[in-house]
């Protein structure tokens, strides 16, 4: 099982020159992480492409809820796993604001996903309105019960997002990272998963990575805007080992 991950997630942008160029200049690409550490890259369907990346994980941002069949425009999980996706993010904030996904539906793609033998990442997280209202927990606990009729055996990963600190440049502060993670690990104990990595996503950069990675039960992250570019990845990355060895 990892132990952390730092993953980037591409959302919608990058083109297949973008792709090429990123993989020639990312020196984790070939290098082997440390043991236990997961890098992986979750692209646009059009780039994924598991030879490009070596040693870099490549994974979706979405899938179907269905199998195979009569679902124009879905992409099932069996069609990822072709792809040599092996991991695949979940419950993105702007899959659950824009295309309106639901509790219910994370959770029958976490399972197809298992089922296709690739890692579901849930993403988490509260807007600024639900914390302001000291709705965190009531929101936090209401999403992972999409994982809670699973085996506390099973494989996947949590990625801990405030909304407001998607996209806005400004992270949140470290206590309240520290204060959100220690809470979601003591709800996923409560459910029987003490080994699950939480990662933590939102305005991740090189220059916040390091304070970040040295918080105790931050595992890893998920970097939207800074893994577009190999280098601020790179950085982010190398932060986050240094980080955890310190
Ligand atoms: O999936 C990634 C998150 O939405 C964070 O994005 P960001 O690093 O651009 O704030």
């Given at each position: 099982m990892a132990k952390y991950m730092v993953l980037g997630n591409w959302k919608s942008n990058g083109s297949r020159e973008a792709a090429a160029t990123f993989a020639a200049a990312f020196s984790g690409v070939s290098k082997a992480p440390p043991e236990g550490t997961i890098y992986g890259l979750a692209l646009p369907f059009h780039l994924i492409d598991a030879d490009r990346f070596g040693k870099t994980w490549v994974g979706g941002q979405?899938?179907?809820r269905f199998g195979e069949g009569a679902y124009t425009g879905e992409t099932s999980a069996g069609m990822l796993a072709e792809l040599g996706c092996r991991f695949n993010l979940v419950g993105h904030?702007?899959?659950r604001q824009l295309?309106?996904?639901t509790v219910a539906d994370t959770r029958e793609k976490i399972d197809r996903l298992l089922a296709a033998d690739i890692l579901p990442v849930l993403c988490i997280g509260e807007t600024l309105e639900e914390r302001k209202a000291g709705r965190l927990l009531e929101i936090l606990h209401g999403q992972l019960a999409a994982i809670?009729?699973?085996?506390?055996?099973?494989?996947l990963a949590i990625?801990?997002?405030?909304?407001w600190a998607i996209g806005t440049g400004i992270a949140a502060e470290p206590e309240d990272v520290a204060d959100a993670h220690t809470r979601i690990k003591a709800h996923l104990a409560g459910l029987g998963f003490t080994q699950?990595?939480?990662l933590y996503g939102g305005s991740v950069k090189p220059a916040n990575a390091a304070a970040l990675a040295t918080l105790k039960n931050v595992d890893g992250f998920?970097?939207?805007?800074?893994?577009?570019?190999?280098s601020d990845f790179d950085a982010i990355r190398s932060a986050f080992v240094s980080g955890k060895d310190s």
């Amino acid at each position: 099982m990892a132990k952390y991950m730092v993953l980037g997630n591409w959302k919608s942008n990058g083109s297949r020159e973008a792709a090429a160029t990123f993989a020639a200049a990312f020196s984790g690409v070939s290098k082997a992480p440390p043991e236990g550490t997961i890098y992986g890259l979750a692209l646009p369907f059009h780039l994924i492409d598991a030879d490009r990346f070596g040693k870099t994980w490549v994974g979706g941002q979405n899938v179907s809820r269905f199998g195979e069949g009569a679902y124009t425009g879905e992409t099932s999980a069996g069609m990822l796993a072709e792809l040599g996706c092996r991991f695949n993010l979940v419950g993105h904030s702007e899959r659950r604001q824009l295309f309106g996904e639901t509790v219910a539906d994370t959770r029958e793609k976490i399972d197809r996903l298992l089922a296709a033998d690739i890692l579901p990442v849930l993403c988490i997280g509260e807007t600024l309105e639900e914390r302001k209202a000291g709705r965190l927990l009531e929101i936090l606990h209401g999403q992972l019960a999409a994982i809670a009729h699973l085996s506390s055996s099973t494989e996947l990963a949590i990625a801990y997002e405030p909304v407001w600190a998607i996209g806005t440049g400004i992270a949140a502060e470290p206590e309240d990272v520290a204060d959100a993670h220690t809470r979601i690990k003591a709800h996923l104990a409560g459910l029987g998963f003490t080994q699950t990595p939480v990662l933590y996503g939102g305005s991740v950069k090189p220059a916040n990575a390091a304070a970040l990675a040295t918080l105790k039960n931050v595992d890893g992250f998920l970097v939207g805007g800074a893994s577009l570019k190999a280098s601020d990845f790179d950085a982010i990355r190398s932060a986050f080992v240094s980080g955890k060895d310190s």
